[in-house]
Structures are given as C-alpha cells and as structure tokens.
C-alpha cells in the first residue's frame, strides 16, 4: 500500500510539473511572436486631448467618420477629385511612390492644392514588418521626401500596406515625425470591380469614428464613391479627414490609431 500511495504521488507531481511546463512553454512562445505597440482608438485620443477644435467641425460633438484612400495617385484620382470638390469634402489620401507619386507627381499636386490631407505609403509598397529597420526607414523616407519636394509640405500620417506594423516599424515612424493609421472599414476594393458591392461592404461595416479604406486606383471604386457619400449623409454622418477624426488630439509619432 505504501509503495502504490508513493507511486501515485510521483505520477501526480510529474503531471503537475508536466502541465507546469507546457504554460510557461506557451508563455514563451507568446512572448517571442506577439508584437506589442503603442495604439489607441481615435475616441480615445480625443478624450485625453485638451482645447479646442480648429475648423468647422467637432467630432466629439458630430457623428464623424473618416474617408482615406491608398495606393494613389493614379489616372483613376483626377475623377475622384471632381467628386469630393463637388460635395466640398476632404479626405485622406495614403500615396505611394514608385509608380504613382513618381509617375503623377500633378495629380499629388492637385490633392494637396485641393485641401485634402496627404499621408505615407511607403514607396515600393513592401510589408515593412518583412524589413530591417534600415530597409523601413528608407521606404518611408524617400516617400517623406518626395511629397515634400512636389507639396512642400512633409506628411504625419501613414499608412502600413496591409496594416503590418510592429515596435520596429513605430521606432522609425517615430524618427521620421509619423504615426500610423489603420481602419475599421474595407470594400476589399482590390478584388471586385462590381461598385455596388463596394459601396454595400462599406455601408454594412460603417461605424461613428471609423476610418473607411477605399483605393482610388481600382476600377470600381471611383465610381461607387458618389452612392457612398450619398447614403453617410443620409444616415447622419459628417465626413473628415483622419486628422480631423482625432481633433483636438494631435497624431503622435509611432503611435498606431485604429478604431
């Protein structure tokens, strides 16, 4: 009896020290491929945010939504333009270099001179989490300078193409002035060409203070941009741009802002 009582309390201490193990083994394997970074919510950086807000519209007041658009410019943005001048609405446009700023620098020009808000893209379009931190700072630095050169103005927003970022990528955006800008709205624009799908995958996940993702460049986009902007109003939503999503807060280096 002696001898099973034994028997049994080693098996219990080896399953326990067993079971022990494999926590802190998921524990470290946690710790090894979760990537943790500075973000908040633009409600959120507008609650801790003090003063007023410059303009005419106060999102902490108004049923806001902001509208961007990615991978521009391109011969498809000239349209688009047309639109937002016709309804006097501004949004946010996520450029990008190589083939597109470098390729239309006019078209960027006219964003800029058009009062819309410019943001970062990279310049190859590359995931940067895939990058050394060299590899990230040369992607958005040669974009930074381009658009300053063409605008005269240096961007403080970007965008991470596919959303990947990680503390590498916040550290450089934080040397280069930048903070990074996610979303919680996609047409998956990139896929379909059919605008009535778009405009009803926008409308369908549309929130108050959600950033809406289109790219100006795809073929059905442009043209379902008219019927989306139609039905926000209707459903009592004022239109921005990011920064305007986030006053009185400033965009902060690094810092990722996703709703």
Same mark, same amino acid.
Do not use: N, Y
């Given at each position: 009896m002696l001898f099973n009582a034994r028997t049994r309390r080693s098996r219990i201490l080896i399953a326990v020290a067993t079971a022990a193990a494999a926590v802190i083994a998921v524990a470290v394997t946690l710790a090894l491929t979760v990537t943790t970074y500075d973000h908040t919510s633009p409600r959120a950086a507008r609650a =801790? &945010?003090?003063?007023? @807000?410059?303009?005419?519209v106060d999102c902490r007041? #108004? +049923?806001c939504v902001a509208l961007s658009f990615d991978g521009g410019p391109s011969p498809t943005t000239p349209k688009l333009l047309d639109i937002l001048k016709q309804q006097g609405l501004h949004a946010t446009f996520f450029v990008q270099g190589k083939g597109h700023i470098s390729k239309y620098p006019d078209i960027l020009r006219r964003i800029a001179d058009e009062g819309h808000e410019i943001g970062n893209h990279t310049w190859n379009h590359k995931r940067l989490t895939d990058l050394d931190e060299d590899g990230v700072r040369q992607e958005l630095a040669q974009t930074q300078n381009a658009i300053e050169r063409?605008?005269?103005?240096r961007p403080v927003l970007m965008r991470?193409? #596919?959303? !990947?970022?990680? !503390? +590498?990528?916040? =550290?450089?955006? !934080?040397d280069l002035g930048l903070a990074q800008?996610?979303?919680? @709205?996609?047409?998956?624009d990139y896929e379909t060409t059919d605008s009535a799908l778009i405009t009803k995958r926008v409308l369908d996940q549309t929130h108050r203070d959600g950033i809406i993702l289109l790219h100006d460049l795809h073929k059905g986009t442009v043209p379902a941009v008219p019927g989306i /902007?139609? &039905? /926000? +109003?209707q459903r009592g939503y004022?239109? @921005?741009? @990011?920064?305007?999503?986030? &006053?009185? &807060?400033?965009p902060q280096p690094g810092m990722v802002y996703r709703p």
């Open positions: =801790k &945010a003090s003063g007023s @807000v410059t303009g005419d007041k #108004e +049923k063409i605008t005269g103005t991470p193409p #596919e959303g !990947r970022t990680s !503390r +590498k990528v916040a =550290k450089v955006c !934080r800008v996610l979303w919680s @709205v996609t047409a998956k /902007l139609k &039905a /926000l +109003k004022t239109i @921005v741009t @990011v920064s305007q999503l986030l &006053a009185p &807060a400033k």
